[in-house]
């Protein structure tokens, strides 16, 4: 490997960390930090699903944003977003802000993760090509995603602890922080290799030109398409599940301030993430395409998830919970090879970005609906209302795998 391409790596492998250790001092509190503000579960998911409502928003053009302004631009744009947007969620919870001012801030933090979206890998694999990278994009993204984990680890646990210690605020504050250094790390390090933004165009012909060729090459792929239209299934629960296992924890546990116990949740996720990560070149030798762990990885997920709403002891939850974390930290490097492979450079962020946007769209509907099913039935019964939801991307799995692209083989090499 040459010093660039390894520069290159470096780059996203730091970024990964960063981003991601900003954004986990929150996820094993968000949930009890909302209801802690004086929302209701409802409310709580219907302030998630603002969040969600604002990636489907504006994927799609802060995708544009990256291939036409550059992806450097777009991730800076995102980490001075997401840390604004930030503190203002921390001035909600001081003030016990109302649920409509929670939704605008929820709506702006999706904003700010949608520049980061389809900007990174696009930057990532377009760099790698353009500097004569010949390794394996599997092993790179389970890498990334390995060290995302243990930043998430690092991040959650830490998150929990400290708002145990001090209060539920002060990791929203440590959050703020480290996005700064983020943005720091970002504007120093990456470079656009391998990209050339368009010129010569108006704000809104770079749109449509640039949108129109990523439907043109991404959405009307039926390989793309089949796998783009499993995401809303899978995503949409995906979230629920993630936070919605904050509480549960705890009303299992019996103690509704054992905030550290929450955090839990988050760093079990984030071990299976860093096992998940890990074993990619190790699983990947037993199956001859990547469908077949999808599919296989989605089907028990769904066995999983049922499962966490028929228990009612808190270990045997935390097992399921590490059997889910890890099926799912296994899909995402291995879909993103697929995805990867059928995606032109020009129209790479955007065909990312409304993947990102598809995937989306499940969370926008199923996060207030299950937060609802949690406030009427309890959360056993809202995780096996899940589990029926996240059992329809199977058949649109089966469906890309019928096409038999090139990037659905795995190379041994």
């Known amino acids: 490997m040459n010093v660039t391409s390894r520069r290159v790596q470096y780059t996203y492998y730091s970024l990964t960390l960063l981003s991601t250790l900003a954004a986990s001092f929150i996820w094993g509190i968000n949930t009890l930090f909302l209801l802690d503000a004086g929302l209701s579960n409802t409310a709580a998911f219907a302030a998630n699903a603002f969040f969600t409502l604002g990636q489907v928003f504006f994927e799609v053009p ?17 980490a001075a ?10 001035w909600l919870w001081q003030i016990h802000g109302p649920f409509w001012a929670w939704a605008v801030v929820s709506a702006g933090l999706g904003l700010g993760f949608t520049f980061f979206s389809g900007a990174t890998e696009a930057w990532l694999v377009d760099a790698l090509n353009a500097t004569g990278f010949t390794g394996s994009l599997d092993s790179v ?18 998150g929990g602890l400290i708002a145990q210690a001090t209060n539920l605020g002060v990791p929203y504050i440590l959050r703020a922080v480290v996005l700064g250094l983020t943005l720091l790390v970002a504007l120093t390090y990456m470079r656009d290799w391998g990209f050339t933004p368009r010129k010569g165009l108006k704000p809104m012909q770079q749109v449509r030109s640039v ?13 793309v398409r089949w796998v783009m239209l499993s995401a809303p299934f899978t995503v949409g629960v995906s979230f629920y599940v993630f936070y919605a296992m904050q509480p549960y924890l705890l009303e299992l546990y019996g103690d509704p301030e054992a905030y550290g116990i929450a955090g839990l949740a988050a760093a079990i996720i984030a071990c299976a993430q860093i096992l998940g ?18 599919i296989g990885a989605v089907a028990f997920s769904v066995l999983t998830v049922a499962l966490l709403g028929i228990v009612e002891n808190f270990w045997a939850a935390i097992g399921f919970l590490v059997i889910w974390g890890l099926l799912f930290s296994l899909t995402s ?22 993947d990102a946007l598809v995937g989306s769209s499940g969370g926008v509907v199923t996060q ?7 406030d009427v039935y309890g959360y056993p019964q809202s995780y096996l209302i899940s589990a029926v939801f996240q059992a329809g991307a199977l058949p649109f799995l089966l469906a890309a795998r019928k096409q038999k692209p090139d990037s659905d083989i795995i190379s041994k090499q």
């Open 368 to 374: 207030p609906a299950l937060g609802r099913a949690a």
């Open 81 to 90: 977003t997401l840390l604004v947007t930030t503190l203002a969620y921390y």
């Open 141 to 158: 993204f389970g890498r990334g995603q390995a060290i995302s984990g243990v930043a998430m680890l690092i991040g959650s646990v830490s």
């Open 211 to 223: 949108l129109s060729s990523a439907i043109e090459n991404g959405w009307r792929k039926p390989p």
């Open 62 to 78: 802060t995708g544009v944003v990256a291939d036409t302004r550059g992806r450097r631009t777009s991730y800076a744009l995102g």
């Open 277 to 294: 990560g890990m074993s990619v070149n190790f699983i990947r030798k037993f199956f001859a395409r990547r469908t077949t762990i999808l």
């Open 333 to 354: 490097p291995v879909r993103q090879a697929y995805l990867n492979g059928l995606i032109r450079s020009e129209e790479r962020a955007t065909v990312l970005s409304f």
